[in-house]
């Protein structure tokens, strides 16, 4: 059984910085794409950044410079900075994992819907 299970998330001042994890368990392929989305109050749920199992990496343009993704092989859990952050940045954050397909596909338009693993989510709030 696939589990994923966030954590790090916080309120925090505009400028400041978290780190997100996700701890996956039960997922036995080598290949893989893993994402980090997120969902503000009557948003549709968008990809923020992605990683595939060759540590190739996808970024929406809104994050770019300010968010990187990472993995932890032998512990099994996928990482997100957040640094600078914005009110904009204020979601509910989900990460997800799928078989391989490509990385872009995370940041694409719809992107979720390629996904079929989630967390349960972990909030993070910017306040200005």
């Known amino acids: 059984q696939v589990q994923l299970a966030e954590s790090g998330g ?5 400028g400041g910085s ?3 994890s996700c701890e996956v368990s039960g997922w036995t392929d080598q290949s893989y794409c893993m994402g980090w989305f997120r969902q503000a109050p009557g948003k549709e749920r968008e990809g ?7 540590g190739m990496t996808s ?3 809104s994050v770019k410079g300010r968010f ?10 996928l990482y997100l900075q957040m640094n600078s952050l914005k009110p904009d940045d204020t979601a509910m954050y989900y990460c997800a994992i799928e078989g391989f397909r490509p990385v872009s596909m995370v940041v694409a338009v719809n992107g979720a819907n390629a996904f079929g693993y989630w967390g349960q989510g972990t909030q993070v709030t910017v306040s200005s």
């Open 48 to 54: 923020v950044a992605g990683i595939d199992s060759n």
């Open 18 to 20: 978290l780190r997100l």
């Open 68 to 77: 990187i993704i990472s993995k932890d092989n032998t512990k099994n859990i």
């Open 10 to 14: 916080n309120s925090v001042q505009a």
């Open 59 to 61: 970024y929406a343009d």
